[in-house]
């Protein structure tokens, strides 16, 4: 921890006495600031961090709402990159042990913490909770390459590959980038239906949409390869947006390429429907 560092913590422990020692703990270290907020109860810290962003939470075991590993698993459930050091009055080397492995950095006992020891505790809480992000970014990146190595390698030399090469067609992200854009916008729509069909058994059909996107997929006379192209935009998006876990990714990357297979056998069925056509699919006029 470099000198100066600011820092927010919140302090998660109803008993006035030990929030009050923690805190001037905390006030009498000097090589950092702390900025601290302190709550009784779990539902205030949940309020508290969807608010306000913490750097580390200080969490007591023992809280009116939640009782041993309730409130760990709670706050990691909604904030699961939080640093957390769990603080317990029990001398119990095994609890411990067991709230790391829930998820927590680090812990202390009570009547054993000094200043320099919750200072080194929540230091390295939060050097371990930012490599963990770090460590889990890089986890989604591998994914993502060998996810798109694999799909990149299963369509290979595919009857749609011949097709585009028939009518030499170029990528259709760098050919036609609006059309792209708007393709992917129309494969979210049909993904997000899908998965939530995959899902939650919702009782809706996406094969209309699924067709309707093949026709565009057609129109464009897109091959394999720029169906990939758009199914990994949607996926990179998704990955934006909703910052998965690796274990989230895996299960998204699983559902999506069921998806995929039904967006490619739909494009295929739409090939073969324009092989039949004297001049194929198209001149190229509706490409951009």
Known sequence: MQQGTDLQIMIVEDNPA???LAREMLSDIDN??????T???LDSALAELAANGFDAVLLDLTLPDAR???GL???LAEFPELAIVVLTGRDDESLGLEAIAEGAQDYLVKNRMTSELLSRSLRYAIERAD???RLEEASILQNRTREMDALYSIVGETSM???RKRFKSPPLKEAAPTAFSGLVKQYESTFDVAISEQLYRVATSSTDQFRRLADVFCQYRAGPKDVIDVHLSVLDKKVTDENP???QLLSLTQEARVVLVQVLGFVAEGYRTYAMWTGGPGNGSDRE
């Open 18 to 20: 030990d929030a009050v």
């Open 32 to 37: 950092a600031t702390y900025h601290i907020s």
């Open 39 to 41: 709550v009784a109860r």
């Open 68 to 70: 041993e590993f309730e």
């Open 73 to 75: 698993k709670a706050l």
């Open 131 to 133: 490599l963990k992000k």
């Open 161 to 163: 590959s011949a097709t």
């Open 245 to 247: 876990s690796p274990r």
